[in-house]
């Protein structure tokens, strides 16, 4: 009895969120590099860009004018303002990488990513590849305390993060994992084993048969 590969499916779509603190896209960053065949998904963004920002792989930065007119034509899966700031997911972006068979890796707010687990229920395509992993921090203690220590962000905006943080943790039950981040290399091994589960589950390998 073999398992037929010959046709290969689509890639998995990854949404990692947690509460700006978290360690999320450090996290992010060391798995990307660690699996091969995992890739980012480029947003949309109206923010500036930073320093070593490039446009097009860190971000796509447009202008607002952009976004409405993308948003108008229906060009997101997803979008929410954080921050200030626009961002949104391209369906397009989406779809490219994985029907190419890469895995995708989104990471985007807790708004979003519910915005996508509710579309989700209308698109059987997406339903089957959508994973949703959280990034929390040990405590509130020590997320207020990393922000602390950063050291770039004025104390307003420091409270504004604390506060939107709050509203953040209660949705982890929305998610499939959660993952504690209180050592990153820990973290990093943690979500890369969750990925390589992923892989091994059956509704991810519905383009497989038997021959029997
Ligand atoms: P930053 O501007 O620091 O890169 O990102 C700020 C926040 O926006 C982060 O929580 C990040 O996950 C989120 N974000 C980045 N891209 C997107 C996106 O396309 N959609 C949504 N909803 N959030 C995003």
Not at 170 to 195: A, G, H, P, Q, S
Request: proline content about 2%.
């Amino acid at each position: 009895m073999n398992l037929n590969e010959s046709n290969s499916g689509l890639g998995l779509v990854i949404i990692v969120s947690g509460p700006s603190g978290s360690g999320k896209t450090s996290v992010c960053n060391a798995v990307r590099k660690e699996l091969g065949n995992l890739q980012f998904s480029v947003s949309c963004t109206t923010r500036s860009p930073r320093i070593n920002e490039i446009h097009g792989k860190d971000y796509y930065f447009i202008s607002r004018e952009e976004f409405d007119r993308r948003t108008a034509n229906n060009e997101f899966i997803e979008h929410a303002e954080v921050y200030g700031n626009f961002y949104g997911t391209l369906k397009s972006e989406l779809m490219n990488k994985i029907k190419a068979g890469h895995d995708i890796l989104l990471d985007i707010d807790v708004q979003g990513a519910l915005q996508i687990k509710k579309y989700s229920q209308n698109d059987k395509e997406i339903a089957g590849c959508l994973e949703l992993i959280f990034i929390a921090p040990p405590n509130f203690a020590e997320l207020e305390k990393r922000l602390r220590s950063r050291q770039t962000d004025a104390e307003a905006a420091i409270l504004k993060r604390l506060q939107t943080a709050k509203s953040e943790l209660v949705l982890w039950k929305e998610y499939d994992y959660i993952l504690v981040n209180r050592d990153i290399n820990e973290t990093v091994r943690e979500m890369k084993n969750v990925i390589e589960t992923l892989h091994k589950k059956t509704k991810h390998l519905e383009h497989l048969n038997f021959d029997v």
